[in-house]
């Protein structure tokens, strides 16, 4: 009987170490078995997100030698900022990075961040997107097969127009303005009397230049590295809307990294997060004295009038987002 036992508990301990071995040899094969990412972006070579980008390539591949192989795509290669999260929810691109209002397609409540006025510095929105209410957020998105590794810098968008200075909402009123895929920044814009117009991004340096619209509001890196002040006069420091980029990778993707892989990526991102928001805080201090330099006339008004103009937008969206997020991302740290 004794002897039953003890073959039975060398039978057990013989058959837990093979199946041990088999999940480290499945495990080390996995490692080992190359991974592409395709990183997908719309913006030029010359801009902190292609850069953090970058960074995050050259971190992946040396920490997991070799096994993850990063492609950066920039410039819209594969498409446009919809296109590209798209192919990231089914899986034909890993990773993306997009502003965060874009992504409310998939999950409505994404675009949160979008809101007029919601901020009033870099510290505030940084606080704001590493935060437990927008985590909750970002979750959400994983049923559409995307999971948030990170939230990059894209920095507050500004007016430029090539018809007039600006410096109250009576000198939006009117203008032509184009706007990206977004209805919180469509609804910004004309609450403050524009008329705004989307145009995909590839296309609007033609557009203004052949006066398809007055003017366009950015962030000031991309109004600078995008040339703008060749087809635009005027720019107005209004910093009306703050609008973060979630970095995305294809949720089964994700799953089928090991352990260790998904460690490495997901500290990547973070110092790649922590390099991008510095170098676009201090490309705008940077570049808009560039901007003045190349030609363009730079106004700062005073916000108030334009924060009263748009107080109501808000009241626009309470089905999408829910008064308590509403509320929530306004009081944040208040």
């Keep these: 009987m004794r002897s039953r036992i003890k073959f039975s508990l060398v039978l057990f301990l013989a058959l837990l170490m093979v199946f041990s071995l088999s999940a480290k040899g499945q495990e080390e094969g996995a490692a080992q078995e190359e991974k592409v990412i395709k990183f997908s972006h719309v913006t030029s070579p010359e801009t902190a997100r292609h850069q953090a980008a970058l960074k995050f390539k050259e971190i992946v591949e040396e920490k997991t030698g070799g096994t993850i192989k990063v492609e950066v795509y920039s410039g819209g290669q594969l498409g446009g900022d919809r296109d590209a999260i798209e192919g990231v929810r089914i899986g034909t691109i890993q990773m993306t990075v997009a502003g965060a209002g874009i992504f409310a397609s998939f999950e409505p409540k994404m675009g949160i961040t979008a809101l007029p006025f919601l901020f009033e510095n870099f510290e505030a929105a940084w606080a704001f997107n590493d935060s437990d209410v927008n985590a909750e957020v970002s979750d959400l998105l994983v049923k559409q097969g995307m999971r948030v590794l990170a939230y990059?810098?894209?920095?507050?968008?500004?007016?430029?127009?090539?018809?007039?200075a600006v410096n109250s909402p009576a000198d939006v009123k009117g203008l032509n303005i184009r706007t990206p895929q977004n209805p919180i920044?469509?609804?910004?814009?004309?609450?403050?009397?524009?008329?705004?117009?989307?145009?995909?991004?590839?296309?609007l340096y033609m557009a203004l230049q052949q006066k398809s619209f007055d003017g366009q509001e950015n962030p000031i890196p991309l109004i600078y590295n995008?040339?703008?002040?060749?087809?635009?006069?005027?720019?107005?420091?209004?910093?009306?809307?703050?609008?973060?980029?979630?970095?995305?990778?294809?949720?089964?993707?994700?799953?089928?990294?090991?352990?260790?892989?998904?460690?490495?990526?997901?500290?990547?991102?973070?110092?790649?997060?922590e390099y991008d928001r510095q170098l676009i805080q201090q490309q705008t201090e940077e570049m808009l004295g560039k901007l003045g330099e190349a030609g363009m006339t730079i106004t700062t008004p005073d916000l108030n009038p334009f924060k009263e103009a748009a107080k109501d937008v808000k009241n626009e969206f309470l089905d999408q987002f829910g008064a308590e997020l509403i509320e929530a991302a306004y009081n944040f740290g208040k």
């Design 226 to 273: 995008a040339k703008m002040y060749e087809v635009q006069k005027y720019l107005a420091i209004t910093n009306h809307v703050y609008e973060p980029m979630p970095v995305v990778i294809n949720e089964n993707f994700w799953q089928g990294l090991t352990d260790k892989q998904r460690k490495i990526v997901a500290a990547a991102i973070e110092e790649a997060k």
């Design 152 to 164: 990059w810098e894209n920095g507050f968008r500004c007016l430029t127009n090539s018809v007039r």
């Design 185 to 203: 920044i469509l609804a910004t814009m004309k609450s403050l009397g524009a008329n705004p117009s989307p145009l995909p991004w590839p296309e």
